[in-house]
């Protein structure tokens, strides 16, 4: 009994966080830790420790969909995730000197906001008006938001797809397909760099059964919802990705008042 509602939790898990990742590019982290550490008691840092690995396979095969589709900006991607890897670490840093009780509901708050946000006003951006910005502008802006993205996410502790979302969509005009490939290729590198680190640290080691159908879970779901995006049309994509974002919001709000 116990083994079966194990897998039913990380089949739910594994689905919320594969869907949200395929389809928007978001963190697993948002949904996974706060599944597993209400319904199967596990530690927060394990629990997340387990979201970040499932989203390296997750976020690689959706990077992999979009960059099948031309819908991925590999070369700003790379500037962008250099430097936020940089400025997560300069974040994290600043952080351990300053209290924090805010670090999972921001990432919450902000799945829930962007949903809501694609919904009502949706990103009707053009390729033709992407690449109207000049090379050295577009560098800069990745630098510049890179640094931003990074430093936040180091010092509150969650929160990098949907900045990042946030950010190409919003602040650098990506178009909305682009803006997700670009997210989770980005996402692919630092949950890599995240899992090693939270392994190695955690003095608990993680429930190997757990780990592999969370990592399974994710990453199926998030090849189905990245093919499906890649299908549907940009105004399609709009209210498909925010009802998916503002349906695990307040899913993960519910949870959240359950502890």
């Given at each position: 009994?116990?083994?079966?509602?194990?897998?039913?939790?990380?089949?739910?898990?594994?689905c919320g966080a594969g869907l949200g990742n395929g389809f928007a590019g978001m963190s697993a982290a948002v949904v996974i830790?706060?599944?597993?550490?209400?319904?199967?008691?596990?530690?927060?840092?394990?629990?997340?420790?387990?979201?970040?690995?499932?989203?390296?396979?997750?976020?690689?095969?959706?990077?992999?969909?979009?960059?099948?589709?031309?819908?991925?900006?590999?070369?700003?991607?790379?500037?962008?995730?250099?430097?936020?890897?940089?400025?997560?670490?300069?974040?994290?840093?600043?952080?351990?000197?300053?209290?924090?009780?805010?670090?999972?509901?921001?990432?919450?708050?902000?799945?829930?906001?962007?949903?809501?946000?694609?919904?009502?006003?949706?990103?009707?951006?053009?390729?033709?008006?992407?690449?109207?910005?000049?090379?050295?502008?577009?560098?800069?802006?990745?630098?510049?938001?890179?640094?931003?993205?990074?430093?936040?996410?180091?010092?509150?502790?969650?929160?990098?797809?949907?900045?990042?979302?946030?950010?190409?969509?919003?602040?650098?005009?990506?178009?909305?397909?682009?803006?997700?490939?670009?997210?989770?290729?980005?996402?692919?590198?630092?949950?890599?760099?995240?899992?090693?680190?939270?392994?190695?640290?955690?003095?608990?080691?993680?429930?190997?059964?757990?780990?592999?159908?969370?990592?399974?879970?994710?990453?199926?779901?998030?090849?189905?919802?990245?093919?499906i995006a890649n299908k549907v049309s940009t105004k399609t994509l709009?209210?498909?990705?925010?009802?998916?974002?503002?349906?695990?919001?307040?899913?993960?709000?519910?949870?959240?008042?359950?502890?």
């Amino acid at each position: 009994m116990k083994l079966f509602i194990t897998i039913i939790v990380c089949l739910i898990a594994g689905c919320g966080a594969g869907l949200g990742n395929g389809f928007a590019g978001m963190s697993a982290a948002v949904v996974i830790t706060p599944i597993l550490t209400t319904f199967l008691d596990m530690p927060v840092y394990s629990a997340i420790g387990i979201a970040l690995a499932s989203d390296i396979l997750a976020s690689a095969v959706s990077a992999y969909t979009y960059h099948k589709n031309d819908n991925i900006d590999i070369k700003n991607g790379l500037v962008m995730m250099v430097v936020i890897l940089i400025f997560t670490l300069i974040g994290s840093f600043v952080a351990s000197f300053v209290p924090n009780d805010t670090m999972g509901g921001t990432s919450v708050f902000m799945t829930t906001i962007m949903g809501i946000k694609f919904i009502i006003q949706p990103v009707t951006t053009t390729k033709e008006a992407m690449e109207g910005v000049t090379p050295k502008k577009r560098f800069v802006q990745s630098v510049l938001c890179g640094t931003v993205i990074g430093f936040i996410c180091g010092f509150i502790g969650a929160g990098g797809g949907m900045m990042m979302l946030m950010i190409l969509t919003m602040v650098l005009g990506y178009e909305l397909k682009t803006a997700v490939g670009t997210s989770v290729f980005i996402m692919s590198f630092t949950a890599l760099t995240g899992a090693i680190s939270h392994f190695v640290i955690d003095t608990n080691k993680p429930d190997l059964c757990v780990l592999i159908m969370c990592i399974l879970f994710t990453f199926i779901f998030a090849r189905i919802g990245a093919y499906i995006a890649n299908k549907v049309s940009t105004k399609t994509l709009n209210r498909a990705t925010g009802v998916i974002l503002v349906i695990l919001g307040v899913s993960v709000m519910g949870i959240g008042s359950l502890v």
